[in-house]
């Protein structure tokens, strides 16, 4: 098969229309290149997504993004593409290119994935690392949209199902790849989606992580600089009011804060921990037919963490602790802390108003490690105890507590 036909097999209708740039790489079904990302498309209910074309693009990092003023714009840079099989699996391939690492920021590799299927344009926004000659793709169930847990970050996958609600729906002669007059076109930078504009920035506060202190124990709770959040991104068409959950990306602070919840006797203390997070709000304007229509996209993207802290009385229920089950211990110490990176979401972990009328209600998560760490001291380490869901032991949430009998 030539270029030119292997090329034309793996983009064309709105894919090509949309993204033309596209058309000059190779499709991944036929490279041996470090793999990207891989899995399956289904909808949601469950039917897969045969034949969808699907292309991978790069953004420049989170701190060049945050520079841009309002109005300010930069373009896509195509790295993959593919179009999955039968039963919707479908593999993207990149060399490590010099390129590619040039966009990478401190988190790593910001991508987006535009997937085309039948009548209808999905966007989907994730996040990359490389090392060791590999790409890694190591978020958690969730928050990014997987079909479960990661057994190993090698396996870099990414099982989506998409609802059509959700999606673009484009008309039928952008379907069928009708010629866009790119003579008329008004907009600076050409004629397809590859161009976002800077459309807003505001920020959120997310909560980060919940701690309960009972009965003569204190529960301080450090986020220290390097620790990460990963919030979820949203997406939504023509300036709809609400901003549907598509994708996450993770960010790292560079300033720290500790809190310290002092239980007294037979007293219950429950804190949500909260951090600031700076987001994007984003549009490009799209074909959306031969006639010179132009459709309008917006996404929300986290562009950093900074450096507002609070606390506010916890909105979770209190649950009960006891020896025998998964996820109590006894200390045994005078303090104990939690040392696992293992992130657990937070459901509605914020909400802003990416502009008048729209709103966006976001998940979030952050690593207990030596970055974001909870630790109970103990009046008598003969009695004490903490339960929750931080190595051993574990349960849903990320929410622990320490008490004394």
């Known amino acids: 098969m030539n270029a030119a036909a292997d090329a034309s097999s793996a983009v064309a209708g709105a894919a090509l229309v949309r993204f033309p740039e596209f058309a000059g790489l190779t499709d991944s079904r036929s490279l041996q290149d470090p793999l990207m990302l891989q899995g399956k498309l289904t909808d949601v209910a469950g039917k897969a997504l045969s034949g969808a074309q699907v292309l991978l693009a790069a953004w420049p990092s989170s701190s060049a993004v945050a520079k841009l003023p309002v109005g300010g714009s930069f373009d896509v840079v195509p790295a993959a593409r593919t179009i999955a099989g039968k039963d919707g699996a479908y593999q993207l391939r990149s060399l490590i290119t010099p390129l590619l690492m040039s966009l990478s920021g401190k988190d790593g590799l910001d991508v987006e994935l535009d997937v085309f299927h039948g009548d209808r344009h999905y966007v989907y926004l994730t996040q990359l690392k490389s090392g060791g000659g590999n790409w890694i793709h190591d978020f958690v169930r969730g928050v990014d949209g997987q079909a479960g847990e990661l057994t190993s970050k090698a396996t870099n996958s990414l099982d989506l199902a998409l609802d059509p609600a959700q999606g673009e729906k484009l008309s039928k002669d952008l379907v069928r790849g009708a010629r866009i007059p790119v003579a008329n076109e008004p907009l600076p930078g050409g004629a397809a989606c590859g161009k976002w504009y800077v459309f807003a920035t505001t920020s959120a506060m997310t909560t980060a992580a919940?701690?309960?202190?009972?009965?003569?124990?204190?529960?301080?709770?450090?986020?220290?600089?390097?620790?990460?959040?990963?919030?979820?991104?949203?997406?939504?068409?023509?300036?709809?009011?609400?901003?549907?959950?598509?994708?996450?990306?993770?960010?790292?602070?560079?300033?720290?804060?500790?809190?310290?919840?002092?239980?007294?006797?037979?007293?219950?203390?429950?804190?949500?921990?909260?951090?600031?997070?700076?987001?994007?709000?984003?549009?490009?304007?799209?074909?959306?037919?031969?006639?010179?229509?132009?459709?309008?996209?917006?996404?929300?993207?986290?562009?950093?963490?900074?450096?507002?802290?609070?606390?506010?009385?916890?909105?979770?229920?209190?649950?009960?602790?006891?020896?025998?089950?998964?996820?109590?211990?006894?200390?045994?110490?005078?303090?104990?802390?939690?040392?696992?990176?293992?992130?657990?979401?937070?459901?509605?972990?914020?909400?802003?108003?990416?502009?008048?009328?729209?709103?966006?209600?976001?998940?979030?998560?952050?690593?207990?490690?030596?970055?974001?760490?909870?630790?109970?001291?103990?009046?008598?380490?003969?009695?004490?105890?903490?339960?929750?869901?931080?190595?051993?032991?574990?349960?849903p949430g990320q929410r622990v507590q320490g008490f004394q009998l």
């Open 210 to 395: 919940t701690a309960v202190a009972r009965n003569q124990t204190t529960a301080v709770t450090s986020y220290g600089e390097d620790a990460t959040t990963t919030t979820s991104t949203g997406f939504s068409i023509g300036g709809a009011g609400e901003f549907k959950i598509n994708g996450a990306r993770s960010r790292t602070s560079g300033t720290g804060a500790e809190w310290n919840l002092p239980a007294k006797k037979k007293q219950t203390l429950a804190r949500d921990y909260l951090v600031q997070v700076e987001h994007d709000t984003l549009e490009r304007k799209c074909f959306g037919n031969k006639y010179g229509e132009y459709r309008h996209q917006y996404v929300t993207s986290p562009s950093r963490i900074v450096g507002g802290f609070d606390n506010v009385p916890s909105r979770f229920p209190l649950w009960n602790c006891t020896l025998g089950d998964d996820r109590t211990a006894l200390a045994h110490a005078s303090k104990v802390w939690t040392t696992t990176s293992k992130a657990v979401m937070y459901e509605k972990a914020f909400t802003f108003f990416p502009f008048d009328g729209a709103a966006f209600t976001g998940r979030a998560a952050s690593d207990y490690s030596e970055h974001m760490q909870i630790t109970f001291f103990f009046a008598d380490k003969d009695k004490g105890q903490w339960c929750g869901s931080t190595g051993l032991p574990r349960t």
